[in-house]
């Protein structure tokens, strides 16, 4: 099948590119003597996440226990889930995935943990956790340091839970304005979760994983001094606009297009496509400093695309523009993992030909 036998507006996968970015990723875990554990919510695609796992990687992230479940429908054996969970229903649902598979989880706080605890004590079992480390976002996780010690201290001897490590995801780099802005904090990173592992140490408690991850962050880590053993990027399968408005990746390995058709030319300075934020997402960046031209990139010209609505996407044409009713366009999205959670299908392409339907199966899963 030829892309011009689809319908639009569908997700494309450029399946060799999508195949550089993993080996590159992997390649960069080997070189540095740490494991590679990807997370799935960028892709949601178990068929993808095998492939992860083919490639080396040691298991997979999750945000949600829905996604970990669909995961381990697939036959996927070893899960972080890399977020508090602290309501009973979930904590039901955890108890039942840790049966099938070698879960692990995050926590934040003693409340969280002494849930865990009771639900996992009451059926005889034990759950790893990692304790997030803040170590910039301001979202989840206890500040790097004393905190975390204290934190350690008031739940490392709860029954039904076992420390495992620590975590920490530093999205703030979403908001760099530059190349050296992400390494700086990257460097950051890697060096706070190292100075706290330590800590630890000198309470005999070290801990068995170091984790670290973002995929800019991880585009540009150079191991930053010993102490890492795990690297958790997600985006890094795909890339995108923001990815590229970084500098961390080229155009040329973004791996995910949305294509679309034009279904309306009402003025010369305007086209309007077929893909609106029910595809194509709302996101200008995750802190609004403007790096990001628009509600996507458009491929092969210089239109911006400045305005969605649900179901249209509103171009302004630049000089040279020559888009008539019918064409079809690319889109390179802002964020990729926002485009495969609102969509059913994606497409693998090799060149022109269509060779292989991936179902988003886990697209939804936000439980």
């Given at each position: 099948m030829k892309i011009s036998d689809l319908d639009t507006p569908v997700v494309l996968i450029d399946l060799d590119r999508m195949e550089r970015n993993l080996t590159r990723m992997q390649?960069?875990?080997?070189?540095?003597?740490?494991?590679?554990?990807?997370?799935?919510?960028?892709?949601?695609?178990?068929?993808?996440?095998?492939?992860?796992?083919?490639?080396?990687?040691?298991?997979?992230?999750?945000?949600?226990?829905?996604?970990?479940?669909?995961m381990a429908d697939a036959g996927i054996r070893e899960i972080f889930i890399a977020n508090q969970i602290v309501s009973p229903q979930?904590?039901?649902?955890?108890?039942?995935?840790?049966?099938?598979?070698?879960?692990?989880?995050?926590?934040?706080?003693?409340?969280?943990?002494r849930l865990l605890s009771e639900a996992f004590s009451s059926v005889g079992r034990t759950i790893d956790y990692l304790i997030e480390i803040d170590t910039g976002l301001n979202r989840c996780g206890v500040p790097p340091g004393e905190p975390a010690l204290a934190l350690f201290r008031e739940i490392h001897r709860l029954p039904g839970i076992r420390f495992r490590g620590i975590f920490t995801h530093a999205g703030q780099v979403y908001g760099a304005l530059s190349l050296e802005e992400v390494r700086e904090v990257s460097r950051q990173e890697s060096r706070v979760m190292t100075e706290t592992a330590r800590l630890f140490a000198d309470l005999d408690a070290t801990p068995g994983v170091v984790s670290v991850g973002s995929t800019p962050t991880m585009w540009v880590w150079e191991g930053f001094g010993e102490g890492i053993t795990e690297i958790r990027p997600g985006n890094y399968i795909f890339n995108d606009a923001t990815q590229v408005a970084l500098g961390v990746a080229g155009v040329e390995d973004c791996a995910l297009t949305v294509m679309a058709t034009v279904i309306s030319c009402p003025g010369?300075?305007?086209?309007?496509?077929?893909?609106?934020?029910?595809?194509?997402?709302?996101?200008?960046?995750?802190?609004?400093?403007?790096?990001?031209?628009?509600?996507?990139?458009?491929l092969g010209g210089n239109a911006i695309l400045e305005r969605l609505s649900e179901e249209h996407g509103i171009l302004r044409l630049s000089p040279g523009d020559d888009l008539r009713i019918g064409d079809r366009v690319r889109i390179l999205p802002n964020h990729a993992c926002t485009v495969m959670n609102l969509m059913d299908r994606a497409y693998g392409l090799m060149g022109e030909e269509?060779?292989?339907?991936?179902?988003?199966?886990?697209?939804?899963?936000?439980?």
């Open positions: 390649r960069k875990a080997e070189r540095f003597g740490v494991v590679l554990r990807p997370h799935i919510k960028t892709h949601k695609i178990p068929e993808l996440a095998k492939r992860q796992l083919e490639k080396g990687a040691v298991g997979i992230t999750a945000s949600k226990i829905s996604e970990a479940q669909v979930k904590v039901g649902r955890l108890v039942e995935l840790a049966g099938r598979v070698r879960l692990s989880v995050g926590v934040d706080s003693t409340e969280g943990a010369p300075h305007r086209a309007v496509i077929d893909a609106g934020s029910k595809v194509l997402g709302l996101d200008r960046g995750a802190h609004g400093k403007g790096l990001l031209k628009g509600f996507g990139r458009l269509v060779v292989e339907e991936f179902t988003i199966a886990a697209r939804g899963k936000v439980q």
